[in-house]
């Protein structure tokens, strides 16, 4: 009786590592959580690229936002203004990082392509985004009431990854 | 035989080029700061590390290294700062914790279930042998 038990050991064995595998199938292997979810945003003091007067982490806005990771050297930054601009225009508040960029084209661009942001910061020298963790641009952080980061999307903004990031926007 | 040596020039010389404008207080900073960059996983591109890449955020975080180690701090403080911003990911040896205790540990269970299998077999086997037919 216990050979017969012996002889379905592989069997199992098989099920199991099929199930995992499956489960593991079609996963973003490139996503990784941010280090900072469930804490607040790291304090900084930033130049505004609008007024050029310094802001610091007590001026964020109370509500829930998103906080954007650009700037006009970033080719995925282009494809994703468009669609931030349809945000900004359906009353998501985005308040704008311009990540190790210069003013003169940041202002450009703004004017060029539209303005989707509530403020821009400028992080010439990518300290902040060292601080919040960033890899490159376009990246972007949801923060919610509580001033707590809850997500973090690597890449660009679409209308296809938006819903998912929606849902923590609250 | 002259073209070989020059290739080997060309490419010799490129690592060292990101760094050159790099200066220590010491050899043992420097020792440090290439231990380290050797030892921390770039974010942006997972299957290398400080040391080896040229992403942008590597060389940023190249530099990060090298100031906070000129600025006196400890090779654990470097870590730590690494791992608030970008998690035990960066770190190829992670730590020990329950969410790696399989990493860790996995292999010397598997390793002992093998052991433990092959005596159950092997002495059984003598049991039947020993007894007659």
């Known amino acids: 009786m216990m050979r017969r038990v012996v002889l379905f050991l592989p069997l199992v064995a098989f099920l199991a590592l099929g199930v995992m595998f499956y489960s593991q199938l079609g996963k973003d292997v490139n996503a990784m959580p941010s280090a900072l979810i469930g804490q607040k945003v790291p304090s900084f003091t930033l130049v505004s690229l609008e007024s050029d007067e310094l802001v610091t982490h007590d001026n964020l ?102 819903p998912i990031i929606r849902g923590y926007l609250r | 035989m002259s073209l070989v040596f020059l290739l080997w020039a060309c490419f010799s010389v490129l690592p060292v080029a990101a760094e050159q404008h790099m200066t220590f207080r010491s050899e043992l900073h420097q020792t440090r700061y290439q231990s380290l960059v050797a030892e921390l996983r770039c974010p942006k591109c997972q299957n290398q590390n400080l040391a080896d890449s040229e992403s942008s955020i ?66 059984t086997n003598r049991k039947r042998k020993g007894q007659p037919r």
Not at chain 1, 80 to 97: T, V, Y
Not at chain 1, 131 to 150: L, R
Not at chain 2, 76 to 82: G, H, K, R, T
Not at chain 2, 94 to 99: F, G, I, K, M, Y
């Open chain 2, 58 to 123: 590597a060389l940023d975080l190249r530099q990060q290294v090298h100031f906070m180690i000129e600025e006196g701090k400890t090779d654990q403080e470097v870590v730590d700062y690494m791992v608030a911003r970008y998690g035990t990911f960066v770190l190829y040896r992670p730590p020990h914790s329950s969410a790696t205790f399989l990493l860790w540990y996995g292999p010397f269970i598997l390793l002992a279930i093998g052991l433990i299998t092959f005596f159950v077999v092997v002495i």
């Open chain 1, 61 to 162: 806005p109370n509500g829930p936002y998103l906080l954007n990771f650009w700037g006009t050297w970033c080719p995925a930054c282009h494809i994703e203004h468009p669609f931030l601009n349809i945000l900004a225009q359906s009353g998501i508040a985005i308040i704008g990082i311009d990540y190790k960029d210069q003013k003169i084209l940041a202002q450009q661009w703004l004017q060029e392509k539209g303005n989707p942001y509530q403020q821009v910061l400028m992080d010439e020298l990518g300290h902040f985004g060292l601080d919040m963790g960033v890899t490159g641009a376009p990246e972007t952080f949801v923060i919610d009431s509580q001033g707590s980061v809850v997500y973090r999307h690597q890449g660009a903004i679409n209308a296809q990854n938006w």
